[in-house]
Each structure stands twice: as structure tokens, then as C-alpha cells.
């Protein structure tokens, strides 16, 4: 299959195509073509309910990062003809949450994006509920609680045919209230369907209140502080319930793609059980307001909302913590504390003696690291003939592999892009404090994933960031945005605690951090620093965003959505503070 038809996704998915060697997988991870479609898909999720006035938001970006992993890697499907009968099926069984599957099969091509503008109007293929009608709907979902029994059908069927499609079924918890579940749980395990996989997208909320509340799953949550106690993986009992039926559980953060892509390699390989993937997720998943508020579960956000929501969507961001600045003789101890901090990526500086003066380590160290965690490893290549060596940097298991500008030209900068994109490895540029983006480079500039702006001269960690790259990074976001820069750009030294929210209202949205990080003792504490100081950064930024729409009454207005926790009050002075109220 080709890297166009594999990004177009014109015809159907051949499993197992490529030589990466992660511990897993023999597939790559792809992670940021399914993080740019997981964003893609919740603005098209936007556009659909924000146009019909109605709809469910917050069960859809539940399960975004499932149904992106799904629909852009894992299901053998063809969109030009989607009943073709090999095809995997996924059956939406919580089918209020509808947009979040219409929004995915718009951008796997099953038809055309602008179609989510119909949403819930009379006459259109995309309801309220999905129905056959619509090219890709497997299941007319809406009454809870049948879509698990009607999968168990579909995988006794291929049984039956001697067919080696698999079945996906998404249910929800507020939907586990319904009998009929536990009645198809026994069947599943009766029948050893190990075609069939569940993701119970597990977010907590149902339509009027916390599921804790209206019938527990796991333990009766009571007290005030609802929305907190549940991330209390201890109290977690809903695993036991489906082991107790027969079933192979799993349980993941359903919002991190390694870990979705993972554990789907791990129950294809699963023989004589059913699997169940309970997914901790978060109801309205990345648009604040909405997350971990009941009232989300099924209203649109109102027009002049709408493009504030989207710019928040854009402006998710990444912690990549490098791990040269720590014990170079136990970089395991290091891998381990990032992913013990919960970092986004793990930045891997690979120098070779030559591009830079110093030498750090080299494909065969990373080959080492590779099985200690899932987490991105985010692989920045200071070495002279990159091209020469990125099937190495491929094979040893990194995700995304970045190489400098002063070291490739347009031809050998294409041969790396065709190298990672048929191994499904994501592509990155790094350019020094002294360079610009080369004119040869910005053909690239729609298929790169990641741009690195190098804020110290490279060679090594605990240097001072240099000032000038704020405006370097204004101006390069503004002008990668002129030309369909679809990826994120990574501020990479000297990044800290007193700069990282100047690094992002430049435009970075991934933040690199040696010493400021690794170079810390309570990698866990830091990073969460990390993310508040962004956070604010963010709030920032979308409060100036609704200020320059509507000014201080938009302000209000949005500021005022903010109902769960302390988020009203902490924007409110950051309103004040910006002058804006
Ligand atoms: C510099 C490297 C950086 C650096 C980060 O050559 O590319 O990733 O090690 O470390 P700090 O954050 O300490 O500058
Ligand atoms: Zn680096």
C-alpha cells in the first residue's frame, strides 16, 4: 500500500506492513497522523452539533482518541466502498454519542467533511443516532444497551462463515445500567469470541449526574468532591465485574493513543476469550467547560462559542522530558522517572561527535530503552547524513524522528519523509538558533508532524535560553500557518518553569525539558508544574480570543461555563489581570 492511499485512506488496510520493531508491534505507532485526525475529527464535532443546535459533545470527545486510533490505524475498512465484506465492523452502541463517530468516518473519507454541517437536520444521512443510511454505520444505535448483544451476532456470524473480520463494540457506563449488557457479557464468553472487542469508554458521567451517583459501578462515591475521588484508580472495580463474566480485561488511560495502540495489538492476539478495554476517560475531553461536567453529556455549544472551543482544540500541548540530563550512565532510571511523571514524550537527543562536538548515545541504546514504557519516544537526531541512519532510529522503536535542516537538502529530506511515512514514524525538522527554515523545506511543510526551534545552540543540556527565539517562534508559527502546517512546533533549550507559557503563546504546543525536568528531583511534581503554567498560558489566550469576538461580555459569557471546581474563579482573575474585565 502506498503512503498517499495510507493517508487517503482509499483503499482498505493491510495489517502488519511495515518492519518497525517496537516490543508490541511489528506496526509503527503513527502517532501524530492519529493525534492531527483525533483533532480534526473533535472540530468537525464542533461544526456538527454547534450547527444543529443540539447533539452530545461530551460523549463523543470521551471517546476521541478511540475512535481516531480506530479509524485511522486499526480497522480493516475501505471508505469508497464500505460494505465491502472483509471489513472490520464497529458498532457504536452509546449512539447518542454519534458525532464523535460521523466526525471520524468524515475524515477517514466515507464522505465529505462539510456533510457534518447536517447534522440532526431533516433529510440529512447524519441523525441524531447513527443509522444505516449513513455510508460506514454498522449499527442503528440509540436504545441503550443493544449494540453488545447485536456485535455478539456479528462475531458468531463470521464464526460461523469462517470470516477473520474482527468486531469492535463502544459502550458507555451510564449505558451499563441496562440488564441486557450483562446478559450479552455471559454470551460473549459463552461463545469464546475472541473476534469481539469491547472499549467501555469509562468517563463516569451519564446523562444526569456522575454514574456513581445514579447506579455505581465501581464503589459509591460520596462527599463533594466527586469528580476527583473517581481518578482514584484504587477504587476501581468494573475490571472485576467483566473478569468475573469470563472476559480478558485491560485497563488503559483511553486519551493516550500509545497506550489504546497497544493494548488493540494485544487483544488481537488474545485467543478463546472476548475482550473488554475499560478506558479512563474524561467527559468533554480537551475543551475545559466541558470536562467532568454532567451538563455537557448532551448540549452544542452555541455559535459564538464555537471558534473559542476550536482554538482550544488547537492548542492541546505536549511535555517531552530529555532524558540527557540526568544520569547518563542509568538513562533506564530515566526513561522510568518520565514516564513515572506522566510525560508526554520522551526526547531522545541522539549526538554523534560530529554535528555537534559531544556524543550521547545511539540507535542501540534506544533499542534498550524501547521496552520500558509505551510513551512517544521523540528521537532528535544531532548527526551528520541523517538519511543514512533513520532506518536504524526506526527499527530500535522511535515514534517521531526529527533531523536538522543544516544537515539534509529537498532530496534527501524527501527520502527521509518517504522512509518514516511507509514505517508510519512521525516526521520532524529541527532548525538551529541561527537558521531558518531553508526555502527547499517549505514543499515539506504540510507533511511535516513536528518543526524544532532550537533555543540553545545544540550540544547539550543546561544551557540559557536564547531571548531572541520568542520572536523567531511568533514568526514561524505565523508563517507555518500561512502554509498548511498541519503538525506542532517543539521549543527545544532552555525551556523552564519562568518561560515554558511565553514558549507557548509563541505558538509551541511541545516543550522539551532537560534540566528543568530530568534535571529536577520530583520529575512528577515538576511536570505538573508544567502543565499549570500552560494551562494559564492557554486560558490566556482564549480569553483574548473571546475578548477580540465579543469582547468583555464574551468574556463573560465564556468564563462563565466554567461550573466544575475552582475553573471560574482562576479565570476570572486572569481576566482581570489581562486587563480584560
Ligand atoms: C540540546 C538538546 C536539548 C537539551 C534540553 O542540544 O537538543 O534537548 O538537551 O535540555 P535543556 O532543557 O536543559 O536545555
Ligand atoms: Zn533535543
Redesign the pocket.
Known amino acids: 500500500m502506498s503512503a498517499n492511499a495510507l493517508k487517503n485512506h482509499e483503499i482498505p488496510f493491510a495489517p502488519c506492513r511495515s518492519h518497525h520493531s517496537n516490543f508490541w508491534t511489528d506496526m509503527g505507532l503513527n502517532y501524530y497522523h492519529i493525534l492531527k485526525r483525533v483533532r480534526q475529527a473533535r472540530k468537525l464535532v464542533i461544526k456538527g452539533t454547534t450547527a444543529a443546535g443540539s447533539g452530545h459533545p461530551g460523549g463523543s470527545f470521551s471517546m476521541a482518541e478511540i475512535m481516531g486510533c480506530m479509524y485511522s490505524k486499526f480497522l480493516r475498512c475501505d471508505p469508497k466502498n464500505p460494505l465491502w465484506d472483509g471489513r472490520d465492523r464497529l458498532v457504536l452502541s452509546k449512539g447518542h454519542a454519534s458525532p464523535g463517530l460521523f466526525s471520524n468516518l468524515a475524515v477517514a473519507g466515507f464522505f465529505d467533511r462539510s456533510e457534518m454541517e447536517s447534522l440532526r437536520k431533516l433529510g440529512s444521512r447524519l441523525q441524531g443516532h447513527p443509522d444505516f443510511k449513513c455510508p460506514g454505520v454498522e449499527f442503528c444505535g440509540g436504545s441503550l444497551g443493544l449494540g453488545l448483544s447485536f456485535s455478539i451476532g456479528l462475531a458468531l456470524a463470521a464464526k460461523m462463515d469462517g470470516k477473520n473480520h474482527h468486531i469492535y463494540t463502544v459502550i458507555g457506563d451510564g449505558e451499563s445500567d441496562e440488564g441486557q449488557v450483562w446478559e450479552a457479557a455471559m454470551a460473549g464468553s459463552k461463545f469464546r469470541l475472541d473476534n469481539l472487542t469491547v472499549f467501555l469508554d469509562r468517563n463516569f458521567i451519564q446523562q444526569d449526574d456522575y454514574t456513581e451517583r445514579v447506579m455505581p459501578l465501581d464503589e459509591e462515591l460520596l462527599g463533594d468532591d466527586i469528580s476527583e475521588m473517581w481518578k482514584n484508580a484504587a477504587r476501581w472495580r468494573v475490571g472485576d465485574k467483566w473478569r468475573a463474566f469470563g472476559w480478558n480485561v485491560l485497563e488503559i488511560d483511553g486519551h493516550r493513543i500509545e497506550q489504546i495502540s497497544k493494548v488493540v495489538n494485544s487483544v488481537l492476539q488474545t485467543k478463546g476469550t472476548p475482550s473488554i478495554i475499560i478506558a479512563r476517560t474524561i467527559k468533554g475531553k480537551s475543551v475545559e467547560h466541558m470536562e467532568d461536567n454532567p451538563k455537557w453529556h448532551g448540549v452544542a455549544p452555541s455559535p459564538t462559542i464555537s471558534p473559542i472551543i476550536e482554538l482550544e482544540i488547537d492548542c492541546q500541548f505536549l511535555i517531552a522530558p530529555?532524558i540527557?540530563?540526568g544520569d547518563m550512565s542509568n538513562l533506564e532510571n530515566e526513561v522510568k522517572r518520565a514516564s513515572h511523571g506522566r510525560s508526554d514524550f520522551i526526547?531522545l537527543?541522539v549526538m554523534d561527535g560530529q554535528f555537534?562536538p559531544n556524543r550521547t548515545f545511539d540507535h542501540e541504546k534506544i533499542r534498550q530503552l524501547r521496552p520500558i514504557t509505551t510513551i512517544p519516544f521523540d528521537t532528535?537526531l544531532?548527526i551528520n547524513e541523517p538519511v543514512k541512519h533513520v532506518r536504524d532510529y526506526i527499527e530500535a522503536g522511535s515514534d517521531i524522528i526529527t533531523v536538522h535542516a543544516e544537515v539534509c537538502d529537498e532530496s534527501s529530506f524527501g527520502e527521509i519523509r518517504d522512509i518514516l511515512r511507509s514505517n508510519e514514524t512521525s516526521l520532524g525538522l529541527a532548525i538551529n538558533p541561527e537558521t531558518e527554515i531553508p526555502t527547499w523545506a517549505e514543499k515539506f511543510i504540510p507533511d511535516l508532524d513536528q518543526l524544532i526551534i532550537?533555543s540553545?545552540v545544540?550540544?547539550?543540556?543546561?544551557?540559557k535560553y536564547i531571548e531572541s527565539t520568542h520572536e523567531k517562534t511568533q514568526r514561524i508559527s505565523k508563517f507555518l500557518q500561512e502554509r498548511n502546517f498541519q503538525g506542532l512546533i517543539e521549543a527545544?533549550?532552555?525551556?523552564d518553569l519562568s518561560n515554558v507559557e511565553s514558549c507557548f503563546l509563541d505558538g509551541a504546543r511541545v516543550f522539551?525539558?532537560?534540566?528543568?525536568i530530568i534535571?529536577q528531583k520530583d520529575v512528577r511534581l515538576v511536570i505538573s508544574e508544567f502543565r499549570k503554567r500552560l494551562m494559564h498560558a492557554r486560558r490566556k489566550l482564549l480569553i483574548t480570543k473571546a475578548h477580540s469576538l465579543g469582547g468583555a461580555d464574551l468574556v463573560t459569557k465564556w468564563i462563565d461555563l466554567h461550573e466544575v471546581g475552582k475553573k471560574k474563579s482562576e479565570l476570572v482573575q486572569i481576566a482581570k489581570e489581562s486587563g480584560f474585565l
Open positions: 530529555s540527557i540530563a526526547h537527543d555537534v532528535h544531532m532550537m540553545v545544540p550540544g547539550k543540556s543546561g544551557q527545544d533549550g532552555g525551556v522539551v525539558g532537560g534540566s528543568a534535571g
